[in-house]
T-cell receptor, first 112, second 115 residues
Framework: GIQVEQSPPDLILQEGANSTLRCNFSDSVNNLQWFHQNPWGQLINLFYIPSGTKQNGRLSATTVATERYSLLYISSSQTTDSGVYFCAVEALHTGTASKLTFGTGTRLQVTL | DAGVTQSPTHLIKTRGQQVTLRCSPKSGHDTVSWYQQALGQGPQFIFQYYEEEERQRGNFPDRFSGHQFPNYSSELNVNALLLGDSALYLC??????????????FGPGTRLTVT
């Protein structure tokens, strides 16, 4: 099956710093989503981005489908950005179902 | 617009027992997927339901079964619970058509502890 790798696994930032999270995937994809998992376990949708670039406030994402990677940018980080960031993909040849394969996540801690 | 809801929030069961978890999809969504998330790992796909049928199944034993109702809500059943079934169980809903088909939205999860 498709493999999803995220880097770095852990990241500690001071409030106000910028960061880039990376997601590499091993096959063509129909769908790529970025999620933020808060300390209570809720997965919050950040971006649906199988290709191209999107921005939402301090967050932006870019997926280069031909090179099989996606980047999540966080600018001017805040303590509320802390948590685990997951990249999840749906492989192109996944049959009739749209199952997501998740990476292992990047654990971000933003300190004062 | 109601998001994905799950019940119960937490559950403690004993080895060998059976458990049923429930999920109501986001308004307008017709597809429900279930995922298991062990501590420190990413969610793993269990199965997906569409039009009341299981469309695809991940690498989980037959002890895991499910159902989708005509109103699109879904249940996940786990029989003969093992200690290793302790995890956060996440339900996701999606719409099989539209601008962003298959974009998945997740519920808050049910945390299952097996003792």
């Amino acid at each position: 099956g498709i493999q999803v790798e995220q880097s770095p696994p852990d990241l500690i930032l001071q409030e106000g710093a910028n960061s880039t999270l990376r997601c590499n995937f091993s096959d063509s994809v129909n769908n790529l989503q970025w999620f933020h998992q808060n300390p209570w376990g809720q997965l919050i949708n950040l971006f649906y981005i199988p290709s191209g670039t999107k921005q939402n406030g301090r967050l932006s994402a870019t997926t280069v489908a031909t090179e099989r990677y996606s980047l999540l940018y966080i600018s001017s980080s805040q303590t509320t950005d802390s948590g685990v960031y997951f990249c999840a993909v749906e492989a192109l040849h996944t049959g009739t179902a749209s199952k997501l394969t998740f990476g292992t996540g990047t654990r971000l801690q933003v300190t004062l | 617009d109601a998001g994905v809801t799950q019940s119960p929030t937490h559950l403690i069961k004993t080895r060998g027992q059976q458990v049923t978890l429930r999920c109501s999809p986001k308004s307008g969504h017709d597809t429900v997927s279930w995922y298991q998330q062990a501590l420190g790992q990413g969610p793993q796909f269990i199965f997906q339901y569409y039009e009341e049928e299981e469309r695809q199944r991940g690498n989980f034993p037959d002890r895991f079964s499910g159902h989708q109702f005509p109103n699109y809500s879904s249940e996940l059943n786990v029989n003969a619970l093992l200690l290793g079934d302790s995890a956060l169980y996440l339900c996701a809903s999606s719409l099989s058509s539209g601008v962003t088909p298959y974009e998945q939205y997740f519920g808050p999860g049910t945390r299952l502890t097996v003792t």
